[in-house]
C-alpha cells in the first residue's frame, strides 16, 4: 500500500449533487483525496461512480455542491478556457477505451498533448515520451501503431500519454474493463508501482483484490450515494452493509 501525506488535499469535494433531467446519478456525495493517496471507488454499473470521476476534471459539471481540484474550485460556472487548460494538465484521465488516436505513432501519441498544451519542444516531448514508455515496459513500441498493440499495451500506452503530462493527480475510469482476463494484470502492475513512487490515483474499478491491496481507502457507491467508506483492506474485509456484501459475492463468485 502506498505511502501517503496526512492532512494535504489534492480533492475536497463536498455535497456534490448531479442530475440529468429528472434522473438523479449522484445525491449529496462529499470526500476527499490526499496527495500521494489511492482511492478506489466501487459500485454496481449505474452507481455514479464514473460521473464522480468526470465531474473532477470538469468533464461533467456538477448539479449542485463543490469540488476543488488542487486549490481550484470545479464549481464555479465560468471557468475560463485557460483554466480549464491548466485544470486538465494537472489531472489526468485513463479511459476504459484507451482513446489513442489511430493514424499516430505511440510516439506521436504521447507528445501531441505536451507540444500543444503545455508548449514543449519536440526533443523534450520526445524525451519524456521514451522515459515513460520505458517506465510502462514499452519502450519498443515507441514507432508502431494502436493497431499493432494489444488492449493491455494499448492502456499502458494511454497511462504513459498520461503521465508525459506530469499530472498532480491521474484518474482511471476502469482501466482494466475492456481488456481480456490474461491482460489485466500487466496493467495493474504499473498502475502498483504508480502507486508505490507517490502517485495520487483515484481509480474506478471492479479489481476488488487490487483495491484492497494498492489502495489506501475506498468509497462504495450505491445508487448515487456513498453507503460506506474507510481504510481499503477494513472496508473489503469486513463490510457493514448488506449492499456491499452482496456487490463483493457477485464479484468473487464471477473470477
Do not use: W
Not at 485513463?94 to 519542444?121: C, E, I, K, M, Y
Not at 489502495?215 to 449492499?243: C, H, K, W
Amino acid at each position: 500500500m502506498t505511502p501517503f501525506i496526512p492532512n494535504s488535499r489534492m480533492i475536497e469535494f463536498s455535497q456534490v449533487e448531479k442530475s440529468y433531467g429528472s434522473l438523479k446519478v449522484l445525491q449529496g456525495i462529499s470526500g476527499y483525496v490526499d496527495r500521494g493517496e489511492v482511492l478506489a471507488v466501487i459500485g454496481t454499473s449505474g452507481c455514479g461512480k464514473s460521473t464522480l470521476l468526470r465531474c473532477l476534471n470538469r468533464l461533467e459539471t456538477i448539479s449542485q455542491g463543490k469540488i476543488v481540484v488542487n486549490g481550484m474550485d470545479l464549481s464555479q460556472p465560468d471557468l475560463s478556457r485557460k483554466q480549464l487548460r491548466q485544470l486538465r494538465s494537472q489531472v489526468g484521465m485513463v479511459f476504459q477505451q484507451f482513446n489513442l488516436f489511430p493514424h499516430l505513432s505511440v510516439l506521436d501519441n504521447l507528445t501531441l498533448a505536451p507540444r500543444q498544451v503545455l508548449g514543449r519542444s519536440r526533443q523534450e516531448s520526445e524525451e519524456r515520451a521514451r522515459f515513460y514508455l520505458e517506465q510502462v515496459g514499452l519502450l519498443e513500441k515507441v514507432h508502431a501503431h494502436p493497431e499493432q498493440l494489444s488492449g493491455g499495451q494499448k492502456q499502458r500506452v494511454a497511462i504513459a500519454r498520461s503521465l508525459c503530462m506530469e499530472p498532480s493527480v491521474l484518474l482511471f475510469d476502469e482501466p482494466t474493463s475492456a481488456l481480456d482476463p490474461e491482460l489485466v494484470g500487466e496493467v495493474l502492475e504499473v498502475m502498483q508501482e504508480l502507486a508505490e513512487e507517490g502517485m495520487t490515483m483515484v481509480v474506478v474499478t471492479h479489481e476488488v483484490q487490487f483495491a484492497r491491496e494498492v489502495a489506501n481507502r475506498v468509497l462504495f457507491l450505491d445508487r448515487g450515494r456513498i453507503l460506506e467508506e474507510g481504510p481499503a483492506r477494513q472496508v473489503l474485509t469486513n463490510p457493514q452493509s448488506d449492499r456491499l456484501q452482496a456487490f463483493l459475492s457477485r464479484i468473487r463468485q464471477a473470477t
